[in-house]
């Protein structure tokens, strides 16, 4: 275990959707270009990827629709990658959500588009937002908001009060 304590940073999280949203938010504290330190990330990214193979085959029904999670570790390892150097940005007026295997960058883009495109993510006019994904998409277009895919993969925003609060907690 790292030098925090041997704290166990997804103790209790039974849930894929409780450990992606737990996880960002524990990247933004502890990420070294954000006062955290190394070792203690990689802690946390080791921790995060035990996490997600506990959830593998876990199941959850939405409607009458069924939804099996698989851990693929070099998915799971891009996201992980791609949301340090988000982060690593350092720009506190972006919002980085983890729904599912998708990142999602909202707030001041505009000002950040050309980095935002060098990590290789991509602008969605249709929900105003930048993404990312490690796979390419299979599926249909949705006219579902970011708003609408976060209720169904289990993403919720904060407000900068709340995000300040939980990261000082965690």
């Known amino acids: 275990m790292s030098?925090?304590?041997?704290?166990?940073?997804?103790?209790?999280?039974?849930?894929?959707?409780?450990?992606?949203?737990h996880y960002r938010r524990l990247a933004v504290k502890y990420h070294p270009d954000?006062?955290?330190?190394?070792?203690t990330m990689q802690e946390v990214n080791q921790q995060y990827h035990e996490a997600l193979k506990r959830c593998d085959g876990q199941t959850r029904t939405e409607g009458e629709r069924e939804y099996r999670y698989k851990y693929e570790q070099e998915v799971?390892?891009?996201?992980?990658d791609k949301i340090a150097a988000l982060v690593g940005l350092g720009h506190?007026?972006?919002t980085i959500a983890l729904i599912g295997t998708w990142i999602w960058v909202t707030g001041n883009t505009k000002a950040h588009k050309d980095q935002l495109k060098a990590l290789g993510l991509?602008?969605?006019a249709g929900r105003e937002a930048w993404f990312y994904n490690v796979k390419p998409w299979r599926g249909g277009r949705s006219r579902t908001g970011l708003a609408g895919l976060a209720m169904k993969y289990g993403y919720r925003e904060f407000a900068a009060q709340e995000r300040e609060r939980i990261n000082q907690a965690a």
């Open 34 to 39: 954000k006062g955290g330190d190394l070792r």
């Open 92 to 94: 506190e007026d972006l």
């Open 3 to 21: 030098s925090d304590n041997n704290k166990h940073f997804f103790a209790g999280l039974q849930t894929v959707e409780e450990i992606k949203s």
């Open 122 to 124: 991509k602008y969605h």
């Open 76 to 80: 799971e390892q891009a996201v992980v």
